[in-house]
Structure formats: structure tokens, C-alpha cells
């Protein structure tokens, strides 16, 4: 049963993308999606055995790599962290294929469509269940292969394969740095298993190493690579920029993507990996400080986004913020608690965005929408339930982790939670700000479309408003029914799963805060949301006043180009590289050293030679004699020398060979 959950969807992944075209459209699709309903169904049983009875599975499949100290095996470990990761995956996944199977069924290349999803699962899987790091990279690397696959899915299209190419190079980064990490760890661990790593972690947590002639803790630059890694895949503060671009590709993609696969990978690594940062840290302090930038930042871009899927990529980068920022204070229950949840509104929020641009004709972008809420109720309660969970609404799914993080990063009572906590209040005040905007620029303000369009937009039944209505019900209910299982006092659930040392465990504290600080977050949050639907409901002049002041344009412009990411990125790095790599890479080395002294150079050398020594065959005999003695004479001259000297001979000979083709040129030429 445990393997069977991995290898269904690798099994419809390679059926429906080699036989999808005698399977039709809706044979693949029908196929996928069953796949991946059994798979969940099969989750809910791991999920029972072992997270709730406790029995945790260790299963060796076949020993892969065996060479001298470096042994790996394809080994799968179920564990109450990956039973959850499990549930939540194919839940989405299976959900997204069931969505897929309308919202692109008009597309002729739909079963290819499905192969990749259903490719894209079998990897994230490959990955939470892995019992090694470089089983866990395979997974790792493979759902950024899809990620390139999906986004770039419409590859006709200019801005598709920019995205793709974006996001595949921006996760090398982190991809590089994750390859370092396990190195290091193989190097002075002699092995690469969680078991093994975690049993001998304390025994090296006073151990310096040379790295870069620089002498540094082991476990800090563990931690560090393995961290770098993370901000790659979950798209933290400097290598963010690619997630809003993956945009591009279908919807059900972004949901797949952002909802509960990739992105929370960085998460479950920093989750998995907690028995080398509890040893190490000032790493878990550069964690929470990282997360806490993204999530402020993040949601600093999302206010003045207009494209309607952006500004939920966004948020994705917000509340992924929250979730390292969570690891970093110790925390990683939580952080795992809020990814659970996270994963099923912000799966809610993106399908809904999905089903309304299926209504308004492709139509992204939100000022050219309005006055949806009649045309789309189902949509609009979906969104409307979606946002609120989003902002941390009380007694919504949101509400629970996400306030829940804020406190126990207040009751840390150390610098780091206090820059966390603020940050992460703040950030929760423009969250509910740029959620609600989206809702009035969508559904309440006035009618902006073409009138071709707005007035045939409609809510479908069928397989779109079922996959929302599915989405909904743990959007609102999941957080409260599993709190106390998860991360309630004193529970067990995760036990050995996360490694978290007694003095470091600030749960039971964070009862014990200020009422002040407990309620800020809610409050701020309840602010932005009023004020958000005030200043676009009623005051949007005062709104429009404040945007075209001479402050207002430069912070609207700061935040519109995205605090200049790009711009950095693509004038000082994208364009210094792309010089470099022309004239000194290209130009230089390879069309210069390397074709002068390799095969170019070799054939004019050869060919030249040869002409040369064929011109010296005049045909007279006096000439040859001429030539004959000349040349004795010089080496018997040559001889004499070394003798006289004490060189060797052998490099007056080449000399001497030298000096006889030039002088053999010389004599072509007069």
C-alpha cells in the first residue's frame, strides 16, 4: 500500500503521455484523475496507520548507489511529517486533475497536459517520502523539471518560455547550493540518510571546518547551504522573482505549483533537516529574519498588482515567508500546520481565479473586470471564503496557523521574534489590503470589461465548481478540527519526525502573552480589510489623489516594480554575464585560444606547412646539396655550442628545425 501511492501516479503519468492519443481526451483525463483519487484514498489510510496509530514505516526498495563508504538506497520513510505532506499533495493534485479536465478541455494537447501533472505528483512524492537527501534531490529535481514542462506548457508563446527559462535558472541557484550542502554532509557524516545524519549531528556540533580558507562550524554551513537550497524552491526574499513570472502557464499549473507542491518543498526540507539547525543557531536567527523580508515584502508588491493570478502569486510569497520564519524560531510544527492549510485556500483562491477568466474570456487583468458578483456568485463565494481564510479571518483555516505563528514568534522574547512578530503583523494588515482590493476590483466595483464579454459570464456546473466546492469545505473547517492534533500543547503528533530540544520549545508560553499582542495581528487585519473596501468602494478618489502626489508615485512605483528585483537582476547581473560569457567566454577563449591552438590553428598549420614543403621541392640537385650541407653545418655549429655550454642538445634541434622552415619560407617568397 505505502509504494503504491508513489508509483500509481509515475504509472498513469507514462501511460496517458505515450498512449494519450488512443485514450482521447477524455480517457486520459478520466484515467489521471481516477489515479489520483485512489492515491488520496490511500494517503487517508497512511495517514490513519501512521500518523494517528503511530506506526511509523522505514521500506528499502533496492540499493541504488553502493561505492566503497557512499551507499544509498531507494528507501521510503512514512512518517506522521510525510503522511501529512502525502494527504496534502494528492488532495490538491487530484483535485487540480479533475478541474484540468474542463478548464482545458478545449486544448488539443490535453493529455500531455495530464502526463506532466501526474509526472509533477510522482516527483513531489519521490520527494517528501525519500529516507535520504539524494533521493529527496531526485524528487527535488524532478518537480523543477515539471515546473519548466508546465509553465512553459504553451510554448508558442514568448512570455511562456521566458518563465519557464526564469524559474529553471533562478531554482539552479538554490538547486547548486542544495548539492554543496549534501556533499559536505556525505564528506564528514559518511552517509546521507536522515536516520543516520540526525543520530551523529550532536557528536559534530563542535566541529570547525576550512571552507573558502575560512575556518566555520560544520553544522552552520550545513545549514546554510541547506537553507539556500530552500529560498531557491520556496521563493524567498532574492530568488522570489521567478514565482509570480510562472504565472504564465495554465491556472490549474499555479495552483499545482503554489498550493502545495513545489513551493512548500523549501518548507519540508527546513522541516525534515531540523536536527541540523536546532545544533546551529545563528542560522535558525538569518532563517527567521529571511522569512520575515519575504513576507513583508511580498506583500508590499502584491498591494499595486493588477493582474489578477500575480497578486495571489504574491501572497504565496507572503504566507511562504510566514512558514520559514516559523522554521526559523524553532517552530516547525507550526510551520508544517500553516503549510497544510495554506495549501487548500490558496489551491481555492487560484482555481476561482481560473474559473474567472474561463467566464471572462482570458481577461487577467482586474481593472478590466468588475461587477462579477451577480454574473458568478459560486465563484465570488469562493473567493470571498478563500480570501478570508488568506487573512487570517477568525475561526477560518487561516486564522489558526497563521496567528498562531505570530504568537509564538512574539514569545520567543528574543530580537529575532520581535523582528519577525512586527514584520509578520504588518505584513498581515496589507495582506487583508490587497485581498480585499482584489475582491472589489473583481466583483463589486463597477462593470469595466468589454461589453462583449461581461454580459455572457457565468458560473458553470460542472467540473470547476465542484473541484471549488470540494476546496472550500477544508478551507474553512481544517485548521480548527486539527490544531490540537497537530500543534496542540503537549501533543505527540509529529514525534520523531522534528527535532526540536526542550529549551527551545516556547508552545506553552506563547499562552502567556500580552492580550494586546494576541489580538494586533486580528485587528490589523480586520483594518485593511475595512479600509481596503472603503477606499475602493466609496473614497477611490482620495485614493487616486493620493497615488498621482509626488510621494505617492514613488512608493507606487517602488512597489510596482517590484522593489527593482528585476531590473537589478537583469541590468547589473543578467547583462554583466551575458557581456562576459560573449566577449570573453565566446569571443575570446572559444572562437580565439581554442580554435587558434585546437582544430582551426592545427589546420592552417598543417595546411600551410605542407604547402610550404612542397614549394621546396625544385627538382634540382644542387639545391637539395645546398640545402644538405647548409644544415650539417649548422647542426655540427649547434653541437659545438652545447658542448661549449652544457645545453641540450634536443632544444637546438628544434631550434635548428625552426630555423630551417623559415628560412625555407623565406627562400618560397624571393
Known sequence: MYLTIVFLTFVSSLTVGFFGRFLGFYGAGLLATSCLILAFFISMFIFYEVALLGCFSYLKLVSWISSETLNVDWGFMFDSLTAVMCCVVTFISCLVHLYSTEYMSHDPHLPRFMSYLSLFTFFMLILVTADNFIQMFVGWEGVGLCSYLLINFWFTRIQANKAAIKAMLM???????LIIGIIIIF?????????????????LKTDVITFLNINVSLLTIVGIFL??????????????TWLPDAMEGPTPVSALIHAATMVTAGVFL???SSFVYEYSYDVLGYISIAGALTAFCASTIGLVQNDLKRVIAYSTCSQLGYMVFACGLSNYSTGVFHLSNHAFFKALLFLSAGSIIHAVNDEQDMRKMGGLKKLLPFTYSMVVIGSLALIGFPFLTGFYSKDLILELAFSKFSSFGFFSYF??????????????RLLCLTFLSEPAGHKSVIPFAADVPNAITFALGVLAIPSIFIGFYSKDM?????????????????????????EFIDLFYKLLPVNLSLLGATLSFLLYSFYYRVLFRLKVSVVGKRVY???NRKWFFDKIYNEYFGQFFFKLGYSMSYKFIDR???ELLGPTGLSFTTTGLGSNLYRNQTGYMYHYTYSILVSFTVLLALRFLWLFFFIDFRLFLLFFILLFLTFAKLEIKS
Open 270 to 272: 527546513l522541516a525534515r
Open 187 to 203: 564528506i564528514y557524516y559518511k552517509s546521507v540518510d536522515y536516520a543516520s545524519v540526525a543520530a551523529i549531528t550532536p557528536f
Open 423 to 436: 514584520l509578520g503583523t504588518f505584513g498581515a494588515f496589507l495582506t487583508a489590503f490587497y485581498s480585499t
Open 557 to 559: 512605483n517602488f512597489f
Open 171 to 177: 531554482n539552479r541557484i538554490g538547486d547548486f547550493s
Open 592 to 594: 580565439g585560444i581554442f
Open 486 to 510: 497537530i500543534v496542540g500543547l503537549g501533543t505527540e503528533f509529529f514525534g520523531t519526525a522534528i527535532y526540536v530540544p526542550l529549551e527551545n520549545n516556547n508552545i506553552f508560553d506563547a
Open 227 to 240: 537553507f539556500i537550497g530552500a529560498v531557491g524552491k520556496s521563493a524567498q526574499l532574492g530568488l522570489h
